[in-house]
Each structure stands twice: as structure tokens, then as C-alpha cells.
């Protein structure tokens, strides 16, 4: 078996395509905000990440999530995959258009739709990833799907001006479809629920 | 202290848990009609998840009993438990008063 080509995922609220280099300019913007102070640093410069974008490895699956509109408003990978040993690493979630995305479940549904990719798609055993000490939203987001804590890698990162530990999360197929999947369809739905003021 | 006002209290000390993971010009107001999650929300999915997970933990301690809020009951509300802080705490209570 090869790793599924790339295409567009499509779910209710979002969507989620190919990274290109045509990508590179708004990616760009996003990983320079405040909102991606807490993960890794980026490329410096347009170029570097026009190159970056050009050089993603087969091993890799990079997306951009747009709203239904086609507007996009973030970016998510699927990393290191890894069919020998089915097992990837989710990462470079960002919601870059907060504004945007206010009241509506794109970053539950975005990560629904990653995770169906790596296990449906790929049939991959488990995934796993770190996030920064500092990032107790994040860490929050991830135990609440599922995800187990497994460790921790001590200072690990220098971000935000000091160094952070890295939480190390894993979630196995099982995990996926017991825990991950009722939680991310319950948040999808939330946002499908008519609000009553 | 009642029920409500209790519920009412871990509810509102989530958005300012949540306050203290966000920028100066991203906070929450920390009130009961504050709209949490859908039409005219403040909330992003993230937010959201972060305050779920403090309200459920806030709960579980204080009253010994786990009251799940993204269950196939919570999400077939008439009104959505995450409309506001309101509905959400008028939830809870009436979970926890199933006994």
C-alpha cells in the first residue's frame, strides 16, 4: 500500500486541500501572529516558505482548510507517515482567520476530517505529537479527543522567549473511533444547532 | 450555596481560565450572557473545548458526579447548552438534579 494522494476532504463547515506554493504568502502571515507564538519558528522569509512549501516530502500530507466559501482560513498537516510501523503525526494547526471562524466548529471538523484521512484512508494504527508546555489550550484540545498523555521531553523548546517542556500525545485506532470520533461529531453538531437568544 | 449558584461559578471561572491562555485583545467577557458557541458567539472550537473540559472537571469535583456535555443528549437540546452561560449552567443543573 502507498500513502493516499493527495485530494480535497470535504466536510459540512469545511474543507480541506492541498497546501501549494500559491499557499505560501498567506501561510506566511499566519505563522507570523501572535496565534502561532507558541509553535515552532518558520520560515523568515517569503521565499523560504514558498521553498518549504515546495519541498514537503511523500511522507507528508499538508492542507489548507477553507471555509465552504472557499476562503481559507488555516492549515493542517499529516506528518511523518509512516505505513511500516501505521503511524503519522498531526501538526501545523493553525487557525489563521479567527475572526472568521467565531460560533462555527472548523478546527473540530478540520481535525475530524485529518483524523478519518490517517486512519480511514491511510489505515494507520496510531497518531501521536508534542505541544509545548505553554500551550494549555492545545493541550486541553488534545486530551479532550482522546488523545493520551505519554510523556514529556523537558525543555525541550525555546519559544516565547524561555524554554518549555514537550507533552507527548498518542492515540491509537481505537481511541480514534470510541473517544475522538463522538466528541468531534458532538462539536460538529453544535455548531449545526440553531442558538436562542 | 445552590446548586445553580455554584454551576453558575465554575462556568464563569472557565472563561476566566480561558482569558488567561488569550491575547489582551481577544478576551471573553466573563458573564452569564456571554454567547458561547453558534450565532453571535465568541468562541472558537478550541475556546470552546477548553472551557467544556474545566466546566466538566469544575463539576465532577464539586458535586461527585460526571455530567458529559458533547453527548448525544446535551447536543439534542431544544436550546443549545452552549448558547450561553445561562443555558449552559441551566443544563448542568438539570442534569444534576436527574439525581
Not at chain 1, 463547515?13 to 501549494?20: A, Y
Not at chain 1, 476562503?71 to 507517515?81: E, N, V, Y
Not at chain 2, 464563569?12 to 450572557?33: G, R
Not at chain 2, 449552567?89 to 438539570?94: D, G, K, M, R, T
Request: net charge negative.
Amino acid at each position: 500500500m502507498s500513502i493516499p494522494l493527495e485530494s480535497i476532504l470535504k466536510g459540512s463547515f469545511v474543507c480541506l486541500q492541498p497546501l501549494r506554493v500559491d499557499d505560501a504568502e498567506i501561510t506566511f502571515g499566519w505563522r507570523h501572529s501572535d496565534r502561532a507564538k507558541l509553535l515552532n519558528m518558520g520560515a523568515q522569509t517569503l521565499d523560504q516558505q514558498r521553498s518549504w512549501i515546495a519541498s514537503r516530502p511523500e511522507s507528508e500530507r499538508n492542507f489548507i482548510i477553507t471555509l465552504q466559501s472557499g476562503d481559507p482560513i488555516g492549515m493542517l498537516s499529516l506528518g511523518d507517515i509512516d505505513l511500516v510501523n501505521s503511524r503519522a503525526e498531526p501538526g501545523r494547526f493553525l487557525i489563521g482567520e479567527e475572526e472568521k471562524v467565531r460560533g462555527i466548529p472548523v478546527a473540530a471538523e478540520a481535525m475530524f476530517l485529518l483524523y478519518q484521512f490517517a486512519f480511514e484512508q491511510c489505515k494507520l494504527r496510531r497518531l501521536f505529537g508534542k505541544v509545548a508546555s505553554d500551550n494549555r489550550r492545545m493541550i486541553k484540545w488534545q486530551l479532550f479527543m482522546g488523545m493520551q498523555k505519554e510523556g514529556c521531553l523537558r525543555q525541550h523548546y525555546f519559544i516565547d522567549g524561555h524554554f518549555q517542556d514537550a507533552i507527548i500525545f498518542g492515540l491509537l485506532e481505537e481511541e480514534y473511533r470510541k473517544v475522538a470520533t463522538p466528541r468531534l461529531q458532538a462539536m460538529i453538531k453544535a455548531g449545526h444547532h440553531p442558538a436562542v437568544h | 450555596m445552590s446548586t445553580q449558584s455554584i454551576v453558575t461559578k465554575i462556568a464563569l471561572d472557565a472563561l476566566v481560565s480561558l482569558n488567561m491562555e488569550l491575547p489582551e485583545d481577544k478576551q471573553v467577557p466573563v458573564a452569564e450572557d456571554t454567547n458561547l458557541f453558534g450565532n453571535e458567539a465568541v468562541l472558537d472550537s478550541l475556546s470552546l473545548v477548553s472551557v467544556i473540559v474545566d466546566v466538566e472537571g469544575g463539576v465532577s469535583d464539586a458535586f461527585s458526579k460526571h455530567v458529559a456535555l458533547t453527548d448525544d443528549e446535551a447536543m439534542s437540546q431544544t436550546v443549545s447548552p452552549f448558547t450561553n452561560v445561562k443555558t449552559l449552567v441551566a443544563y448542568i443543573v438539570a442534569k444534576l438534579e436527574e439525581g
